[in-house]
């Protein structure tokens, strides 16, 4: 489509034949698969971030009964893989994408079901928000999965799941599906049909190895990651729990007045628990309100317990238990908590990070 700067010559052009050269120019161009920037330039570069998608909230209400019909209708097997089911941007149209980088699913596994092996490049994280009973093997090593705990399944490890108590189980899946998609990165391979394991160990062999706060097992340490692949609630909630305490004491500890917040990371780089996807968990008390911020890149929170405001741009909305939003490319944000407020966050910035696009405002407290 012709926008103003294309045919804007006709009028400008200082001759009926210097428009008509224009004119032939222009369809050269066309014909030859090219585009001139000077028609272009503001869609291309934008003076800031024009996110595809919109500040969007999911209730846990809908999605929860939602995942349960799924799991009473539709099987889960080879082929289909899991029964995921995507939250969907409303402005990103055709794809199931939460944001233009991160793809956030509600997975649910009936009683006594498996969800079979499989590997792919994407990276993957499981958070639980209720529940219990499934393991999720990694690699061959059965990993307990309960309410406020982080599981990680790396890029291109085989993981497959299962539910081994009568009981149904839910819960979100974070991968950077659109990510790789853009960066044409993506490559799939299904693993075994039997499961590699049944077993339901309480603990996994990764945090066996790496589970201990400042212990690096000495016959790993030529690795530059761990392997540990699951970040237990106990150790989320003291830690953040502490924080506040020594905030009440007269400690400085914590992102902001009422506000503590941790970062699942590594223990042996101190980096991101995952490479292309930041996972963190926050803890308001009540009455807290955050500082409005922007960030660049795209983030997803799931309230894990409590109720708040967020401010989305010019979208307020109260989230409760299991809620999820997503927070849209330098979309100003803002948490007020009405009760103690704890949520768990993950987002794309370790990529903007790596390619120096990082960026964040923070609006002084008015
Ligand atoms: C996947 O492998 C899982 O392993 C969840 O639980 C969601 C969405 C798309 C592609 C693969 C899982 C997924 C997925």
């Known amino acids: 489509m012709p926008n103003e700067a294309q045919t804007d010559f006709e009028t400008t052009a200082s001759s009926e034949k210097e428009a008509q050269l224009l004119r032939s120019l222009y369809a050269d161009f066309e014909s030859a698969s090219l585009t001139p920037l000077w028609t272009q330039r503001e869609g291309l570069m934008p003076m800031r971030p024009e996110p595809a998608a919109v500040p969007a909230v999911w209730r846990w209400s809908t999605l929860y009964p939602l995942a349960q019909r799924a799991g009473e209708l539709v099987p889960v097997g080879r082929g289909g893989e899991r029964r995921a089911i995507a939250l969907r941007n409303p402005a990103i149209p055709d794809e199931p994408y939460a944001t233009p980088t991160l793809w956030a699913a509600i997975q649910y596994l009936g009683p006594w079901e498996e969800a079979p092996s499989h590997r792919h490049t994407q990276t993957a994280f499981r958070f639980v928000i209720e529940g219990e009973g499934v393991w999720t093997n990694v690699e061959g090593d059965a990993i307990a999965m309960c309410r406020g705990d ?217």
């Open 150 to 366: 982080l599981l990680l399944t790396p890029s291109w490890h085989f993981h497959e799941h299962h539910n081994s108590t009568g009981q149904p189980m839910a819960w979100i899946d974070g991968l950077d599906i659109p990510l790789v998609k853009q960066l044409d990165a993506g490559f799939f391979e299904f693993g075994p049909d039997e499961m590699s394991t049944h077993a339901t160990p309480a603990r996994s062999r990764n945090e066996m190895l790496w589970g201990h706060p400042g212990l690096t097992p000495i016959g790993a340490r030529a690795e530059t990651r761990s392997t540990l692949a699951a970040y237990r609630w106990i150790h989320t909630d003291r830690a953040l729990s502490e924080q506040l305490e020594l905030e009440l004491a007269g400690h400085p500890v914590t992102v902001e007045p009422g506000h503590a917040a941790v970062r699942y990371t590594d223990p042996a780089s101190g980096a991101d628990a995952l490479r292309t996807i930041r996972t963190e968990f926050h803890r308001l008390r009540a009455g807290t309100v955050t500082r409005t911020s922007r960030t660049v890149g795209s983030s997803v929170w799931q309230v894990f317990d409590g109720e708040g405001t967020v401010t989305l741009g010019d979208r307020r909305e109260v989230v409760t238990r299991g809620d999820l939003f997503a927070v849209p490319s330098w979309v100003p944000f803002t948490i007020e908590a009405t009760s103690s407020f704890d949520a768990f966050r993950f987002s794309d910035e370790p990529v903007y990070e790596a390619l120096g696009l990082a960026r964040t405002d923070l609006q002084p407290r008015t």
